[in-house]
């Protein structure tokens, strides 16, 4: 048999090239055999042709295609020709067209799969996480990858173009503990030590902008062994990048012009430039969240001052604790039954809260469990802030801890938003969050931790307050926010030696700790550090965003599972007691 040489991708075919002579490859995604014809959908990744098999044409390829079944690669020699009318299939971009197939080679065979490779296959995400490379040849999944790779291309080329240079950071690097757990790894050759897997290449970018690189970029691997969930993993890709000589309106103003490129370009959406911005303080009081969904209102308000006074015993234990009472105002929602609302409030003690309050404003006048408990005026003036009408819904948080009213509001908010298809699915709201705390106090810990990282500069007119009131101290942090996710985030770092060791002062680290864990760092900032900053996207949520998926797994091609494990290679897994005596490493049962 002739040797076959691939000419054309199925996908790609046109009208254009009806009459020529064409050599496809591909997989069988389905077999239709009408006794003199046979008909095959060939697949690779530009998408399906309907080849024809017709015995007048070749008996030997007739022949041999009648043992082809779904899932063998072929390739394939034939003429484009023109379907008839009747046969014109609009389903497929290539369904004005098939190919008459002269010379059939069968490339590979294939067992039956333990499922098809449709659409919608109804399989369990456990079976196609442990056939991953069989789900991975459906149509969307390729879709999606070659997303990935386009936003990836775009990235590059937009750095590129901006002045920045791609540099590789170690994956064998000393453990740092602050933040998530690290992933170590026993050296063999320094028996009783171990690398840490990087969470990020943080302290290694700063560094190359004390070496006078200037502007760097890397789309690198960040390894956290902590517990996942829908939009993390155990191992996922950021998009990071280093600036030096700059401020923070430098580091947004070339990020949103990046992100406007990308979907301009991948979506064929205009972006409005500059970005909305708010602080942080700001998207905690009107949307419960730093990271606060723009695509609808509904917005949080404070009715602490209202019912500062009332007799009822929740509002005031909250308010006398320095806590607050806060709302949100769900429109049209009044009617709906008790045992939804019995709902919420199930739903809002999963973040902590104990309870919720409603009032509903119906026609015929006020219901609500609190109504006894306030005056006229103290109702009257609760329904003038929430801006109630008849047949609106008041949603109330009280609580002493004022982060646990922000959060259950805040996703009771969003709760809301789905429930009543208040969220436009097609619409993208872009956002920086600022002016972070530098600092979050630990009650578990009984010390401040970094709300970042401790290299984050604070505010220069907060510097003062380090000393006296850290807890109020605001951070030169920055979120970018789309469509109420965190897409990014960064920072300016600190590149003043001693303001560094403050910092790692105030974290609860001892002289001997700071030189211990940081003291590579803390030298190289006594030789010249150039004021500096920069962010990192994470390139698997941005992917997420731009196809529309909720679940990460679908962005990544061999991800883990909420249990950080790898159904199809089985990882992780034991070791030999051999390799485990190379570690200088025993495992007690």
């Given at each position: 048999m002739e040797?076959?040489?691939?000419?054309?991708?199925?996908?790609?075919l046109?009208?254009?090239?009806?009459?020529k002579e064409v050599?496809?490859?591909g997989?069988?995604?389905?077999?239709?055999?009408?006794?003199?014809?046979v008909?095959?959908e060939?697949?690779?990744?530009?998408?399906?042709?309907?080849?024809?098999f017709?015995?007048?044409i070749?008996?030997?390829?007739?022949?041999?295609?009648?043992?082809?079944?779904?899932?063998y690669?072929?390739?394939?020699?034939?003429?484009?020709?023109k379907?008839?009318?009747?046969?014109i299939n609009l389903?497929?971009k290539t369904?004005?067209?098939?190919?008459?197939?002269?010379?059939?080679?069968?490339l590979?065979?294939?067992?039956?799969?333990?499922?098809?490779?449709?659409?919608d296959n109804?399989?369990s995400?456990?079976?196609?996480?442990?056939f991953?490379?069989?789900?991975?040849?459906?149509?969307?999944m390729?879709k999606?990858?070659?997303?990935?790779y386009?936003?990836?291309?775009?990235?590059r080329e937009?750095?590129?173009?901006?002045?920045?240079?791609?540099?590789e950071t170690?994956l064998l690097?000393r453990?740092?503990?602050?933040?998530a757990r690290?992933?170590?790894?026993p050296?063999?050759?320094?028996?009783?030590?171990?690398?840490?897997?990087?969470?990020?290449?943080?302290?290694?970018?700063q560094?190359?902008?004390?070496?006078?690189f200037?502007?760097?970029?890397?789309i690198?691997?960040c390894?956290?062994?902590?517990?996942?969930?829908?939009?993390r993993?155990?191992e996922?890709t950021?998009i990071d990048?280093?600036?030096?000589?700059?401020?923070?309106?430098?580091i947004?103003?070339l990020?949103e012009?990046?992100?406007a490129k990308?979907f301009?370009?991948?979506l064929d959406?205009d972006?409005?430039?500059?970005?909305k911005?708010?602080?942080?303080q700001e998207a905690?009081?009107?949307?419960g969240s730093?990271?606060?969904?723009?695509r609808?209102d509904?917005q949080?308000?404070?009715?602490?001052?209202i019912?500062?006074n009332?007799?009822?015993k929740?509002?005031n234990?909250?308010?006398?604790?320095?806590?607050?009472?806060?709302?949100?105002?769900v429109?049209?929602a009044?009617a709906?039954p008790?045992?939804?609302?019995?709902?919420?409030?199930e739903f809002v003690?999963?973040?902590?809260?104990k309870g919720?309050?409603?009032?509903?404003v119906m026609?015929?006048?006020?219901?609500?469990?609190?109504?006894k408990?306030l005056?006229d005026?103290e109702?009257s003036?609760i329904l003038k802030?929430?801006?109630?009408d008849?047949?609106?819904?008041?949603?109330?948080?009280a609580?002493?801890?004022?982060?646990?009213?922000?959060?259950?509001?805040?996703?009771?908010?969003?709760?809301?938003?789905?429930?009543?298809?208040l969220i436009?699915?097609n619409?993208?709201?872009f956002?920086?969050?600022?002016?972070f705390p530098?600092?979050?106090y630990?009650?578990?810990?009984?010390?401040?931790?970094a709300?970042?990282?401790p290299?984050t500069?604070?505010k220069?007119e907060?510097?003062?307050l380090?000393?006296?009131?850290p807890?109020?101290?605001?951070?030169?942090a920055?979120?970018m926010?789309?469509?109420?996710?965190?897409?990014?985030g960064?920072?300016?770092?600190?590149?003043?030696?001693?303001l560094?060791k403050?910092?790692f002062k105030?974290l609860?680290f001892?002289?001997e700790?700071?030189?211990?864990?940081?003291?590579?760092?803390?030298d190289?900032f006594?030789?010249?550090?150039?004021p500096?900053?920069?962010?990192?996207?994470?390139?698997?949520r941005?992917?997420?965003?731009?196809?529309?998926?909720e679940n990460?797994?679908?962005?990544i091609?061999?991800p883990?599972?909420q249990n950080?494990v790898?159904?199809?290679?089985?990882a992780p897994?034991?070791v030999?007691?051999?390799?485990?005596e190379?570690?200088h490493?025993k495992?007690?049962?």
């Amino acid at each position: 048999m002739e040797k076959l040489k691939r000419t054309h991708m199925c996908g790609e075919l046109t009208l254009d090239d009806i009459n020529k002579e064409v050599v496809l490859m591909g997989w069988v995604q389905k077999r239709r055999d009408l006794g003199g014809l046979v008909f095959i959908e060939l697949r690779d990744r530009t998408g399906l042709i309907q080849i024809v098999f017709n015995e007048q044409i070749s008996k030997e390829a007739f022949d041999k295609v009648q043992s082809v079944r779904t899932e063998y690669v072929l390739a394939v020699k034939g003429k484009v020709v023109k379907r008839s009318d009747e046969t014109i299939n609009l389903k497929l971009k290539t369904g004005k067209i098939e190919v008459y197939v002269e010379t059939l080679k069968i490339l590979s065979k294939s067992e039956t799969p333990p499922f098809m490779v449709e659409e919608d296959n109804n399989v369990s995400e456990a079976v196609r996480l442990k056939f991953r490379y069989i789900d991975l040849r459906r149509p969307s999944m390729q879709k999606t990858f070659m997303t990935r790779y386009k936003i990836t291309k775009l990235v590059r080329e937009y750095l590129d173009k901006n002045g920045f240079i791609d540099i590789e950071t170690p994956l064998l690097i000393r453990s740092t503990p602050e933040g998530a757990r690290d992933y170590l790894v026993p050296s063999r050759v320094q028996p009783g030590k171990f690398y840490a897997l990087p969470q990020s290449p943080q302290i290694f970018k700063q560094l190359l902008m004390l070496s006078g690189f200037d502007r760097y970029y890397q789309i690198t691997k960040c390894l956290r062994d902590e517990d996942l969930r829908a939009d993390r993993q155990p191992e996922f890709t950021q998009i990071d990048m280093e600036m030096s000589f700059i401020d923070v309106d430098d580091i947004l103003s070339l990020n949103e012009k990046m992100i406007a490129k990308l979907f301009k370009e991948i979506l064929d959406v205009d972006v409005s430039l500059p970005f909305k911005r708010m602080t942080y303080q700001e998207a905690m009081d009107r949307f419960g969240s730093d990271k606060p969904d723009m695509r609808f209102d509904m917005q949080l308000k404070d009715l602490t001052d209202i019912v500062s006074n009332c007799s009822f015993k929740v509002f005031n234990d909250a308010i006398l604790n320095k806590g607050s009472v806060r709302a949100i105002n769900v429109k049209g929602a009044a009617a709906i039954p008790r045992r939804q609302i019995d709902e919420l409030i199930e739903f809002v003690k999963t973040y902590k809260a104990k309870g919720m309050v409603w009032i509903q404003v119906m026609e015929e006048g006020i219901k609500s469990p609190v109504a006894k408990f306030l005056t006229d005026e103290e109702m009257s003036l609760i329904l003038k802030r929430m801006e109630a009408d008849k047949g609106d819904l008041i949603l109330m948080i009280a609580d002493k801890n004022n982060s646990v009213v922000y959060d259950s509001l805040g996703h009771l908010r969003l709760e809301m938003g789905r429930r009543f298809n208040l969220i436009d699915k097609n619409k993208y709201e872009f956002l920086w969050v600022l002016d972070f705390p530098l600092l979050e106090y630990s009650e578990e810990e009984k010390r401040y931790v970094a709300m970042h990282h401790p290299f984050t500069s604070p505010k220069d007119e907060d510097l003062e307050l380090l000393d006296s009131n850290p807890g109020s101290v605001r951070a030169k942090a920055y979120d970018m926010v789309i469509n109420g996710v965190e897409i990014g985030g960064g920072s300016i770092r600190i590149h003043d030696t001693e303001l560094q060791k403050k910092m790692f002062k105030i974290l609860g680290f001892s002289d001997e700790a700071i030189q211990e864990r940081f003291g590579f760092l803390v030298d190289a900032f006594k030789y010249g550090a150039p004021p500096h900053g920069g962010i990192a996207y994470g390139l698997d949520r941005l992917t997420m965003l731009m196809t529309g998926t909720e679940n990460i797994r679908d962005v990544i091609a061999f991800p883990k599972t909420q249990n950080a494990v790898c159904l199809m290679t089985d990882a992780p897994s034991l070791v030999s007691e051999g390799q485990l005596e190379e570690l200088h490493i025993k495992i007690e049962k």
